[in-house]
């Protein structure tokens, strides 16, 4: 790994103060339904049904949200885990750096630019294809 120490503590503390307001926005969902879109569905909704489907509709709402949190905490996890054994900052594909000022802005990353763009790419080619 060509990270010195400096910059390794510091994407240290990047990966810490993301984690924490993630699991603060995370608690907060918990505690906190959509009020706004829970009366959207009952206006909207046919009375003898409606229950039901908002009872749905909420869990679906909720789940899609926290789901996204709890992937990001887990790279997050995983970041902390590449630091420990050595192989933060080296990207997964082709092995080469990462490089500072990417994990600077993503701290999870485990692709270099290069890879990442063709991963993107190959992703939204089979995005079309299922449509
Ligand atoms: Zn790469």
Known sequence: MSLDQSQLSK????????????????????????????????????ADTADEAIGDALADINLAIIDRHI?????????????KDGSFGTCVDCGNEIGFERLQAYPTAKRCYVCQQQREKLYANQRTHTL
């Open 11 to 46: 994407l240290t503390k990047n990966l810490d103060r993301n984690y924490n307001s993630l699991l603060e926005e995370v608690r907060d969902e918990l505690e906190m339904p959509e009020h706004q879109r829970y009366i959207d569905l009952i206006d909207r909704g046919p």
């Open 71 to 83: 992937r990001e905490i887990r790279d997050i996890e995983a970041a902390r885990g590449r630091i």
